[in-house]
């Protein structure tokens, strides 16, 4: 797997697209926007929601 196709809707930087299969996403200001990538021009805005955002293990720092 190339390290573009490991990347998250989540690694996006605002206003960064990257194509996910068919689909474009471009982080925008509250979520992202998903454009169709064919002829019917559709997009669609989805709001950010940390839910499925992989979490990173706690670590507990020793003194």
């Known amino acids: 797997m190339e390290e573009e196709e490991k990347r998250s809707i989540y690694d ?3 206003h960064e697209a990257q194509l996910f299969g068919h689909l474009m996403v471009q982080r925008v200001p509250g979520g992202w926007v998903y454009f169709s990538n064919d ?3 559709l997009s669609t805005f ?3 929601s940390g839910e499925f ?3 990173k293990p706690f670590k507990i ?3």
Do not use: A, T
Request: glycine fraction near 6%; charge should be positive.
């Open 12 to 14: 996006l930087q605002l």
């Open 39 to 41: 002829s019917s021009g």
């Open 46 to 48: 989805v709001p950010y």
């Open 53 to 55: 955002k992989e979490k």
């Open 61 to 63: 720092k020793q003194r």
